[in-house]
């Protein structure tokens, strides 16, 4: 009789479609990932990458996109606006994506832009929506948001006149808990909608993995009367969308994550249909109608929907980039035959941590005398609250065993990235991940756990 592992990892290639996608992406070796610790004779092989919730990995096609355009600037120079020798002018480069990020969030190609990056979106957002009254004006969101997410929430209310302190309701788990119940997060909006004007969650919470219940947290705040957004840094490329048919009325993203368009690449937005003629408050050229934009007339005229949002020029070497990780995304099948591979990948990885000698049960993590050296799993079990993503915890914690685990790790060429003070991420990638990488962090870790074991950890 098998082990509950085995029923993640394919019997055969057949069985692993999205196998063969590994090969458009570029693998840093353990050489280049200065992994000390690693054989000489398997230096110059690719290294265990289990880092794409922070940053993906390179697609060759956005490689060889950038180059392209890098050889139309030298040649063209200025006439690649207008008269690109590919048939990509730069006028319409962000055009390229809209289709293929309209996909992957579950939208209309009007309510999407490829523009900014996700504060910038994000503070354009708010100003849109945030309208507070004396009634209603508090907004909604979990604890411990990632912290550019705080600050925009905070110096948008404070800007307002509100004290953050008061007009912020940030929901907690329960006391023993790491994640939150989706039953709480609606209770709270029944009990508190009439005085919140904005529901403000993660997609996917960037701390613990925990994938929210998107489509009853969006019901719930439009049954109040409430504004409903997202942002989608961990749940963009992760995991499946329908904004426009869950009712989100607006959210933001990233794309170098999941989506794997290189550091610091260009932003997403999602405006829903409904607010197609909101009015744009900071508005920029390029969201002018593009039929007139370049006669620079006085008056703004803007895009109907999300793209009427854009300000500047996008990068074209950033949209470009986007692209071709996008171009792979539609290639293996979109979202739904990624999501497969990710659930079995993510599952594989669960299953075989939780053999460990060194595992316990994630309630053992708030335990403040807990003896011996200990992981656990913070992310939740359920497949349906989560991403790729697991989130590991070190006990015992406040010791520093973290950090001696990420850098026993580091030297054995397994890449994860962590979070203060205990937290390992460690995230397969679908498109490039494989069985094998999830085995071999396993076997890695419990080689690192042993030595910090013998090594043995400081009294407080």
């Known amino acids: 009789m098998g082990s509950v592992a085995d029923t993640y990892k394919p019997a055969n ?5 999205l ?5 458009e992406f570029v693998v840093p070796t353990f050489r280049q990932m200065k992994a000390s610790a690693v054989p000489s004779e398997i230096a110059d092989q690719p290294c265990t990458y289990l880092c794409g919730n922070s940053l993906g990995l390179l697609p060759k096609r956005s490689k060889k996109l950038v180059e392209e355009e890098l050889e139309v600037w030298a040649t063209r120079a200025v006439e690649g606006h207008f008269d690109h020798p590919l048939g990509r002018d730069w006028m319409f480069i962000a055009d390229t994506v809209h289709p293929h990020l309209a996909n992957i969030v579950g939208a209309q190609v009007s309510e999407v832009a490829c523009m900014g990056t996700l504060t910038a979106n994000l503070h354009l957002m708010l100003n849109a929506f945030y309208k507070p009254t004396a009634e209603r004006y508090k907004i909604l969101c979990e604890t411990k948001a990632f912290p550019s997410d705080q600050y925009a929430m905070a110096t948008q209310v404070s ?5 953050p302190k008061d007009a912020i309701i940030a929901l907690s788990p329960r006391a023993g808990e790491h994640t939150l119940r ?3 997060i609606l209770s709270t909006i029944e009990r508190e909608g009439s005085r919140i004007a904005l529901v403000l969650f993660s997609g996917v919470q960037f701390y613990t993995g925990q994938w929210f219940a998107m489509k009853e947290i969006t019901a719930a705040a439009k049954a109040q009367g409430c504004v409903c957004g997202w942002d989608l840094a961990h749940a963009v490329g992760n ?3 329908s904004l426009h048919d869950w009712g ?3 959210a933001v993203w990233c794309t170098y994550k999941y989506l794997n368009s290189g550091p610091g690449g260009i932003g997403g937005l999602f405006l829903h249909d409904r607010w197609a003629d909101l009015p744009v408050l900071e508005a920029g050229w390029w969201g002018h109608d593009p039929a007139t934009r370049f006669d620079m007339p006085p008056q703004f005229k803007a895009i109907r929907g999300a793209q009427g949002f854009q300000q500047s ?5 950033a949209t470009v980039s986007l692209l071709g990780a996008l171009q792979v995304f539609a290639d293996a099948g979109g979202m739904p035959a990624v999501r497969a591979r990710s659930e079995r990948l993510t599952g594989y990885l669960e299953a075989l941590l939780q053999r460990s000698r060194f595992y316990t049960t994630p309630e053992k993590a708030f335990e403040e005398d807990a003896q011996g050296l200990k992981m656990t799993i913070i992310t939740p079990a359920n497949p349906a609250e989560r991403g790729a993503q697991l989130s590991l915890v070190f006990l015992p914690t406040g010791r520093g065993v973290m950090p001696r685990v990420l850098r026993g790790l580091e030297e054995r060429g397994v890449v994860g990235d962590s979070r203060k003070p205990d937290v390992i991420r460690l995230a397969p990638a679908p ?12 076997e890695v870790l419990e080689e690192v756990l042993a030595e910090v074991e013998r090594e043995g950890i400081p009294s407080v």
């Open 13 to 17: 290639g057949a069985d692993d479609p």
């Open 431 to 442: 498109l490039y991940n494989t069985f094998e990488d999830v085995e071999r962090a396993v």
């Open 313 to 317: 020029n996008p990068s074209v070497l």
């Open 248 to 250: 989100v009325d607006f």
């Open 19 to 23: 196998r063969k996608y590994r090969d």
């Open 159 to 163: 800007s307002r006149g509100y004290d």
């Open 239 to 241: 995991v499946p969308l």
């Open 182 to 184: 989706t039953e709480d």
